[in-house]
C-alpha cells in the first residue's frame, strides 16, 4: 500500500468525516474500577540486602586507611 496524495483541506477532511459519522466522537467513559481501592503500604526487607551492615566502607581512602579508623578505647579516656 503506498500513499498517494494528502487531503489537507480542512473543510473535505470535516466533510468526509462527518460523512463517516466520526467528526464528533464523544468522549468515553473513565475506566470502571476494579476491586476496593485499598491503601498499600510498602516495607523495605533488609535482610536479603547485599550492603554489609555498616556504612563505615564507603567513606574509606584505600591510601588513608588509618585515618578513617576508629579508636573506641581513646573515646573512653577523659580527655
Not at 487531503?7 to 468525516?17: M, P
Not at 464523544?26 to 535482610?47: C, F, L, T, V
Request: aromatic share 10%; proline share 10%.
Amino acid at each position: 500500500m503506498r500513499v498517494i496524495s494528502f487531503i489537507e483541506d480542512e473543510e473535505v477532511i470535516k466533510k468526509i468525516l462527518k460523512h463517516l459519522g466520526l467528526w464528533e466522537v464523544k468522549p468515553r467513559p473513565p475506566p470502571k474500577a476494579i476491586g476496593s481501592q485499598k491503601n498499600h503500604e510498602y516495607s523495605i526487607d533488609y535482610s536479603v540486602s547485599q550492603l554489609p551492615a555498616s556504612d563505615k566502607w564507603l567513606y574509606v581512602d584505600p591510601e588513608y586507611p588509618e585515618a578513617y579508623s576508629l579508636d573506641l578505647e581513646a573515646l573512653d579516656r577523659p580527655a
